[in-house]
């Protein structure tokens, strides 16, 4: 049975301003990228 993930608007700001963390940490998107695809549970 799958699930499905409801993103409130806040879970939604915070997930953004994660990766942007990530972006400015790692002078790079990649890694941000592949958290983002575990979030989103692909």
């Given at each position: 049975?799958a699930?499905y993930?409801?993103w ?7 997930r ?9 940490r790692n002078?790079s998107?990649?890694y941000?990228k592949?958290?983002?695809e575990?979030f989103?549970g692909?």
């Open positions: 049975m699930r993930i409801i409130t608007q806040r879970a939604q700001k915070e953004i301003e994660i990766c942007k963390y990530w972006n400015a002078s998107i990649i941000s592949k958290l983002n575990l989103m692909l």
